[in-house]
């Protein structure tokens, strides 16, 4: 209702299906930004939109977002310590992207994973990886 007052920004949901986790343990960090320099981790973003739920809980919705492009990343901390667990630098957690970008040394760029959410709902499928 509130798209069609003069002025009013777009919304959209977005709907996100996280795929091919190796157990149900621990939390899932979820961080979805525009702007390209804070992907994929969020941290300056305060427009970012952030969630933790439990790793069981593999459909999310992200409901009244503007329309525009963004990008996810989803981490899976099975010991639900805050954090991507790595070791000598490689991800010893599951880790996913928007599109699911080919994955080579390092996070994807905003690029590879940017998708735009329209006036309609969007649906994007993050396939989990993980190295360990």
């Not at 003069?6 to 299906?17: E, K, N, S």
């Not at 899932?28 to 804070?38: G, H, I, Q, V, W």
């Not at 963004?70 to 667990?85: F, G, P, R």
């Amino acid at each position: 209702m509130l798209a069609l007052l003069p002025g009013a920004m777009p919304v959209a949901d977005l709907h996100i299906d996280v795929a091919k986790l190796r157990s149900a343990k621990g939390m899932l960090r979820l961080c979805l930004t525009a702007d390209p320099k804070n992907f994929p981790a969020c941290v300056d973003d305060a427009r970012a939109v952030t969630r933790s739920v439990p790793a069981s809980q593999t459909d999310l919705v992200f409901g009244g977002l503007p329309t525009g492009d963004y990008a996810l990343a989803v981490i899976h901390d099975e010991n639900s310590n805050n954090k991507l667990d790595t070791l000598f630098g490689i991800p010893r957690e599951g880790f996913g992207f928007s599109r699911n970008p080919v994955i080579t040394f390092g996070a994807p760029r905003f690029a590879a994973a940017r998708f735009t959410l329209s006036a309609d709902a969007d649906r994007q499928q993050v396939r989990m990886k993980y190295m360990f």
